[in-house]
Nanobody, 120 residues
Framework: QAQFVESGGGLVQAGGSLRLSCAASGSIFSINAMGWYRQAPGKQRELVAIMPTGGSTKYADSVKGRFTISRDNAKNTVYLQMNSLKPEDTAVYYC??????????????WGQGTQVAVSS
């Protein structure tokens, strides 16, 4: 299984920027996709952005043009650059990775979450 270290959350004013990072480690053989999800109070967890290995990046409509996902495959790390933040972006952000372990079993694992709060 994979373990994650997330960082980069915090409190920012509307219009500001934050950069989240998530480093995966453990018995990872390969990663098929890494992405970011978020969950606001009282709401379901939703996809923010996902970056498949060798595939097309997908963003939620609400963040297109403001957020950018990127990966460092050598470090099994995914980033989320968030610009022009809005109060409605306030949520706990979770990274996710799915792929194969060194014993060739499938995994889909979540980070512990990092809080992003945007004040108006």
């Amino acid at each position: 299984q994979a373990q994650f270290v997330e960082s980069g959350g915090g409190l920012v004013q509307a219009g500001g920027s934050l950069r989240l990072s998530c480093a995966a480690s453990g018995s990872i053989f390969s990663i098929n996709a890494m992405g970011w999800y978020r969950q606001a109070p009282g709401k379901q967890r939703e996809l923010v952005a996902i970056m498949p290995t060798g595939g097309s990046t997908k963003y939620a409509d609400s963040v297109k043009g403001r957020f950018t996902i990127s990966r460092d495959n050598a470090k099994n790390t995914v980033y989320l650059q968030m610009n022009s933040l809005k109060p409605e972006d306030t949520a706990v952000y979770y990274c996710n990775a799915e792929g194969a372990t060194t014993s060739l079993s499938w995994f889909s694992s979540w980070g512990q979450g990092t809080q992003v709060a945007v004040s108006s």
